[in-house]
């Protein structure tokens, strides 16, 4: 791969990271979710599109998983993905519905091949001599991508014992920055290790108002919190197969460290007229120190099985301990120990061209994911768990170019959309529906390099 590719993904990565940060600020346009009000926001578990549900085994020639790095060494060739989403839905409690229309980048790779070593030893096969090969490699990659997303925004009427209103409204959430590697031992086992920096900054604007004839008076109260800190994973894959069938089994370990968070806090007093709003005084404005606080750690389990090239079916298991978190910011009321579940088909799963082939086979992929949020919410003086259930179809358009060595190496245009429900439409409660389409590029090295000529 050429020299020039890492120069220009390092030199993309702080226009993605501002345009990431300065989306957060504006409320990111991913996610408009009561539930997004509570811990860090919506949980993303953000992952390449062509992985699907297969957060913990998804690993081929072009490809990998963000959620373990031990999925990237099976990687053969340099390749940059990006992926964007368009959301699409609404939100309904009781007689009040709300829609939705926004997107934003959904994930920026770049991954490579680092290294890698043929061992050559003698054995001994029924008194004859034999050559022997074990592989090494270390295949890396570099990412950028959205971790949570915040963005609500809801009114409180009330007319006793006059009339007032109160809005809340919420932006912001965290990036992740990170740097992966996966190192592969053999034919059967892979481990990986992945550290990334976490930052972001989150938002929320209360307004109190009491009307009369003629203006609003009422009071603006914005918290802000900036966030700081490092995630690291660590990964294992085994992979072995028995006649025409293939199988992983894997797991994954994420944890946070140096979490660091800043509070900042502006309360004015405002008069609302139709010519605007006015700010009459400030009655507070205050801006703390970094402070450390301590985030959930995760961990995960994956199956996967082939049946030669034809098709594929995957399972997932992935728990995260928001029991455990906890902030000077804010309390973890209502906060539980989040579990997702994934199940994935994919049929023609090789991701690599087959050279007996003159085009390589469409991939085609669907399943579906459920899981027991991290929010169980008070309704009818009873905690509700809120679940999140969802399907997806996808597919893959590849394009294949023959390079000038006669190595025959292509990229893929994958479309996928997503059906997502979350929560209840009971008292208190919310209900959610939307409909996501993404569109992900995942360009192989042939884009990287020039041809030579003698």
């Known amino acids: 791969m050429n020299f020039k590719t890492y120069i220009l993904f390092l030199a993309m990565l702080p226009v993605f990271a501002i345009q990431a940060q300065f ?32 957060s913990q085994t998804y690993s081929g020639a072009y490809s990998y998983s963000l959620l373990n790095p031990a999925t990237i060494s099976n990687l053969k060739y340099a390749t940059f993905d990006f992926g964007f989403s368009q959301r699409n839905g609404y939100v309904q409690s009781g007689s009040e519905k709300q829609t ?3 997107g934003s980048l959904s994930y920026l790779a770049l991954g490579f091949q680092s290294w890698h070593k043929d061992i050559y030893r003698k054995d001994s096969v029924n008194g004859k001599s034999v050559k022997r090969i074990t592989k090494l490699f270390w295949n890396s990659y570099l990412s950028l991508y959205p971790s949570t997303s915040i963005g609500y925004n809801y009114t409180f009427e009330a007319t006793n014992p006059f009339k007032t209103s109160t809005a809340h409204e919420g932006k912001g959430g965290l990036n992740a920055i990170e740097f992966g590697n996966g190192f592969k031992l053999g034919k059967h086992l892979a481990l990986g290790y992945a550290v990334g920096n976490l930052f972001g900054q989150m938002s929320d604007k209360s307004r109190f108002v009491v009307p009369d004839s003629s203006q609003y008076l009422g009071i603006e109260d914005e918290k ?5 800190g490092w995630q690291q994973t660590v990964g294992a894959m085994y992979s072995f197969n028995f006649d025409s069938t293939y199988h992983r089994l894997s797991f994954s370990y994420r944890w946070q460290s140096g979490m660091r968070a800043q509070s900042e806090r502006l309360t004015r007093t405002f008069e609302a007229t139709n010519l605007g709003d006015y700010f009459a005084d400030t009655i507070l404005s205050t801006s703390g120190n970094y402070k450390s606080f301590k985030m959930p750690a995760s961990f995960g389990f994956g199956y996967y ?22 902030s000077f910011f804010q309390s973890n009321a209502g906060l539980t120990d989040r579990t997702d579940y994934g199940l994935g088909f994919i049929i023609n799963p090789e991701d690599e061209k087959n050279p007996a082939k003159k085009r390589q086979s469409i991939p085609i992929r669907f399943g579906g994911k459920y899981a027991v949020t991290q929010n169980a919410i008070a309704s009818n003086n009873t905690k509700v768990a809120i679940i999140e259930k969802g399907a997806y179809i996808g597919f893959g358009i590849p394009i294949t170019r023959r390079y000038f060595d006669s190595r025959v190496l292509r990229s893929i245009i994958h479309v996928q959309v997503d059906y997502l429900q979350r929560g209840k439409n009971l008292s208190g409660l919310a ?16 884009w990287f390099q020039r041809r030579k000529f003698d």
């Open 224 to 228: 802000v919190i900036n966030i700081r």
């Open 23 to 54: 989306s957060q600020n504006k409320g990111q346009n991913l996610t408009k979710s009561p539930y997004s009000n509570f811990g860090l926001g919506e949980i993303l578990n953000q992952n390449l599109v062509q992985a699907g549900a297969l």
């Open 100 to 102: 939705f229309q926004g």
């Open 305 to 326: 099985f082939q049946f030669r090239k034809g098709f594929a079916v995957g399972l997932d298991y992935r728990k995260q301990l928001w029991g455990n978190y906890a």
């Open 431 to 446: 209900n959610e529906e939307y409909v996501v389409f993404t569109v992900g590029l995942n360009l192989g090295d042939v």
